[in-house]
């Protein structure tokens, strides 16, 4: 299963603990430039999610989410680059 599917459930349950591991897993994925394009694709995806609809925003400034999303922005594959857009916005929102 994808982090993004597991990002999902702990969502709607509003299991932060759930969400704190998902999202450090998929920071991890997503900051590592040699994975595989869909791997890292759904790891931002789920990255998004939980700081748009979750409860560790915070969590994921913290661990600078950002620098990662601005990498991801920059990359050719334009899905990659789409969500690394996305969340680097919702880095600026209060």
């Known amino acids: 299963m994808r982090s993004e599917n597991y990002a999902v459930p702990l969502i709607e349950k509003k299991d932060q603990e759930g969400q704190s591991q998902v999202l450090s897993a998929a920071l991890e994925i997503a900051g590592e430039e040699n994975v595989e394009g869909d791997s890292r694709f759904h790891a931002l995806v789920a990255i998004g999610s939980l700081m748009l609809e979750g409860l560790v925003k915070k969590i994921a400034l913290d661990f600078d989410v950002e620098n ?19 969340i680097e916005l919702l880095t600026k929102q209060n």
């Open 68 to 86: 990662i999303a601005k990498v991801a922005k920059g990359s050719k594959d334009i899905k990659i680059a789409v969500v690394g857009a996305d």
